[in-house]
């Protein structure tokens, strides 16, 4: 089974930013934006299925939702520390910053999706393409120095009810 790769997704929202002829700016710019937070997503997703194969990881993929992904990096960013979190420190600051490149590229994405009335700029599709790139690098340090949090991240983002996690 051929997998998304993100860093695919980064080359495809670069892409966007080039206007070509014939072809509107401002759908490209919010279309870069919107594959740039995709990329972010995905690599996500890509942690969560990890331990699983064929079909089981594909079920896996598809747990997260955009909402709950985000709730749980608010947690992180809001509280610095979470019940269900453990460590030293409380949390990793890789995961720390790609919790916040995820909030804020989610909410690029939904303005850019969603708001007629915006017009990107260039600038703002750049932006959001080197705060993907940043968070991939974060997520990928993340999965080396904090992989118990990370995986606890990732547990949370698929539980309905995080409170029974903190039983």
Request: net charge positive.
């Amino acid at each position: 089974m051929a997998w998304i790769d993100p860093k695919g997704l980064l080359k495809v929202a670069e892409d966007l930013v080039r206007p070509i002829k014939g072809q509107p700016l401002q759908a490209r710019l919010r279309r870069s934006i919107s594959t740039a937070y995709y990329s972010l997503f995905t690599a996500l997703t890509n942690v969560i299925s990890d331990p699983y194969q064929g079909e089981a990881k594909n079920m896996a993929k598809r747990l997260v939702e955009h909402g709950a992904a985000r709730s749980v990096c608010k947690e992180l960013l809001d509280q610095r520390k979470v019940p269900w979190l453990s460590g030293t420190p409380a949390c990793d600051p890789s995961l720390l910053d790609f919790a916040e490149q995820f909030v804020d590229l989610q909410k690029s994405r939904m303005i850019a999706d969603y708001d007629h009335n915006y017009k990107p700029a260039k600038r703002d599709a750049l932006d959001a393409i080197s705060a993907a790139r940043q968070g991939l690098i974060n997520l990928e340090s993340a999965r080396k120095t904090s992989k118990d949090q990370l995986q606890a991240v990732c547990v949370a983002m698929i539980a309905k009810d995080r409170k029974r996690l903190r039983q």
